[in-house]
């Protein structure tokens, strides 16, 4: 259930943010696969305004080439997907309780999912290295290794929704242990989590790149 809701998750951010397109400048050939793997994770995971510009930038030519229109991230749409977040998300917590308990556990739901989202935007993560291999068609690929400090909590969200909703308890139980929830997401404690994130370029679109973005990076929300 918990791998359902977190795909629950993923898909609505998705939903709400997904802005695929055009960008710009010539020194994008300059970026070396760990300076690119950065700046997708810090576009994808954080939402880091700077780091979407800059990849924006980088994307433009590989995008243009392959006639794709518009920037790769907004960092408009991804505030608004972070401001509609909660709210869409606690619809479905609540769907796990009675529904004369969703009055009152709908403004600690949404006090709880706007800190898990706090949490995921706030993780410091960093590209480490990279190794690089020539396919025999011409197409080069890195995968990079890189690394995350993601908030550490006992218990995930989901689990823990999941869990009080079973216990069938009152409404003031429900929200005191709602709230136990949200304050390990506040919590500045954290794990490292370590993964790998691959690109790939060819000499028709020399542009270090990775046409499925998302796919390694939302594993995040697992971590959580």
């Given at each position: 259930?918990?791998?359902?809701?977190?795909?629950?998750?993923t898909a609505?951010?998705?939903?709400?943010?997904?802005?695929v397109a055009?960008?710009?400048?010539?020194?994008a050939?300059?970026?070396?696969?760990?300076?690119?793997?950065?700046?997708?994770?810090k576009?994808?995971?954080?939402h880091e305004?700077?780091?979407i510009?800059?990849l924006?930038?980088?994307?433009?030519?590989?995008?243009k080439?392959?006639g794709?229109s518009?920037?790769f991230?907004?960092?408009?749409?991804?505030?608004?997907?972070?401001k509609?977040?909660?709210?869409?998300?606690?619809?479905?917590i609540?769907?796990?309780f009675?529904?004369?308990?969703?009055?009152k556990?709908?403004p600690?739901?949404?006090?709880?999912m706007?800190?898990?989202?706090a949490a995921k935007?706030r993780?410091?993560?960093?590209a480490?290295?990279s190794k690089?291999?020539?396919?025999?068609?011409g197409?080069e690929?890195?995968?990079?290794?890189?690394e995350?400090?993601?908030v550490?909590?006992?218990?995930?969200?989901?689990?823990?929704?999941?869990?009080?909703?079973?216990?069938k308890?009152?409404?003031?139980q429900g929200?005191?242990?709602?709230?136990?929830?949200?304050?390990?997401?506040?919590?500045?404690?954290t794990?490292?989590?370590?993964?790998?994130?691959?690109?790939a370029?060819?000499k028709?679109?020399?542009?270090?790149?990775n046409?499925?973005?998302?796919e390694?990076l939302?594993?995040?929300?697992?971590q959580m």
């Amino acid at each position: 259930m918990k791998t359902t809701l977190n795909r629950v998750v993923t898909a609505t951010l998705v939903a709400l943010a997904s802005t695929v397109a055009v960008a710009g400048p010539a020194f994008a050939a300059e970026l070396t696969p760990v300076n690119v793997a950065d700046l997708y994770i810090k576009t994808i995971i954080n939402h880091e305004e700077s780091s979407i510009k800059l990849l924006n930038e980088h994307l433009r030519p590989s995008r243009k080439a392959s006639g794709q229109s518009g920037d790769f991230a907004s960092y408009a749409d991804l505030l608004k997907a972070d401001k509609e977040y909660p709210e869409g998300t606690t619809k479905d917590i609540l769907a796990l309780f009675p529904a004369a308990l969703q009055p009152k556990l709908k403004p600690a739901s949404m006090e709880l999912m706007a800190s898990v989202l706090a949490a995921k935007n706030r993780a410091n993560c960093k590209a480490l290295s990279s190794k690089q291999t020539k396919e025999s068609n011409g197409m080069e690929l890195s995968v990079v290794a890189f690394e995350c400090q993601v908030v550490k909590v006992a218990e995930s969200w989901a689990d823990g929704v999941q869990r009080i909703a079973k216990s069938k308890v009152g409404a003031d139980q429900g929200v005191a242990e709602i709230q136990k929830l949200k304050k390990a997401y506040d919590s500045s404690v954290t794990h490292t989590w370590r993964s790998e994130y691959s690109l790939a370029r060819d000499k028709k679109n020399p542009v270090w790149r990775n046409d499925f973005p998302r796919e390694g990076l939302d594993e995040i929300w697992d971590q959580m």
